[in-house]
């Protein structure tokens, strides 16, 4: 009688976890990060715990919740964080170039697209042996905040992928950020008068009405075009040309580049290979619309010409 009672007891406590771990894999947080540190324009053995950063900023990233919604393991946002070492002090002041990549699946398929590629080359930040990273967006911190902002683009670009100007609560987070940030005067957070590609120039354009559009383009070239490429190509080749003939019309209006630059220096090479067998008024028509939007590409897009 005994063994028995033992045997059941064992055998509830692995329903027990195996149902656990069924929500866990259901409930998964809305990150799948990777950091990495590179440290080799700084020297020194005192600084040898660098190499706990990048770990500590994954943890960060991957087991905060972020979000109030529930995402599936497949699901998770993928992002690449390179942070680059420029200097140091005897105080454990760092500062640091970061390149933040963020990309989601595309429906239907077994690809991925790049959301964005930003680089960000002004940021100073303390880190000493086993420091904490404690979330709390209402508080400024020079490492933790820096994450905090970035994190909330990513979501935002990312929401604005799937629903038309769906991003923007995670925008208004990323700007409410800033606004703490700037108050403390620390590096890299103060507020620029015209085109500047900075955290200032990132989130004054993106809360901006005037890139309304813009934002609505990107939804359209994603929702529209990119997932709906394995059931409909043509279809979904029409909705990318007509996204990016109202990204053209945007920038005609607007003043500022920067997020323009941010959208073709990601896409460029995407654009024409999605549009690559389109029929030759279609690809002629890209080519016009892309030319004029984004000269700095063009050699890029002249494969759809020939």
């Not at 690449?80 to 105080?91: F, G, K, M, R, V």
């Not at 389109?278 to 890029?300: G, H």
Request: hydrophobic share 35%; proline share 2%; charged share 25%.
């Amino acid at each position: 009688m005994k063994d028995k009672l033992q045997i059941i007891i064992i055998v509830k406590l692995l329903l027990l976890l195996a149902l656990t771990l069924s929500s866990e894999s259901l409930n998964a947080q809305e990150l799948n990060c990777t950091v990495s540190i590179n440290d080799r324009q700084i020297s020194g053995s005192s600084y040898d715990y660098i190499s706990e950063l990048g770990p500590a900023l994954e943890r960060y990233l991957n087991e905060n919740r972020w979000t109030d919604d529930r995402y599936q393991e497949h699901e998770r946002i993928l992002c690449n964080i390179q942070i680059i070492l420029t200097d140091s002090d005897s105080n454990s002041n760092f500062t640091a170039e970061a390149v933040i990549t963020a990309s989601r699946p595309i429906y239907n398929s077994n690809r991925q697209t790049n959301l964005f590629v930003i680089s960000d080359s002004n940021w100073r930040f303390n880190y000493t042996r086993n420091k904490n990273l404690i979330f709390d967006d209402l508080q400024f911190d020079e490492l933790t905040t820096f994450i905090d902002f970035y994190t909330y683009i990513l979501l935002g670009y990312d929401y604005d992928s799937f629903s038309e100007l769906g991003g923007t609560s995670f925008f208004n987070n990323a700007q409410e950020i800033f606004e703490i940030a700037q108050n403390t005067g620390a590096q890299g957070w103060g507020r620029s008068i015209g085109a500047q590609r900075n955290r200032f120039g990132l989130i004054n354009d993106i809360t901006n009405p005037s890139y309304r559009n813009l934002r609505a383009a990107y939804y359209r070239y994603h929702r529209l075009g990119l997932d709906q490429f394995t059931e409909n190509p043509e279809e979904a080749r029409n909705e990318i040309v007509e996204a990016l003939d109202e990204i053209r019309e945007t920038k005609r209006v607007t003043s500022n580049n920067y997020l323009f630059d941010i959208f073709f220096g990601t896409k460029s090479v995407e654009i024409t290979a999605a549009l690559m067998d389109a029929t030759p008024s279609v690809r002629t028509a890209a080519y016009n619309i892309l030319s004029d939007a984004d000269p700095a590409n063009t050699s890029e897009y002249r494969k759809l010409m020939e």
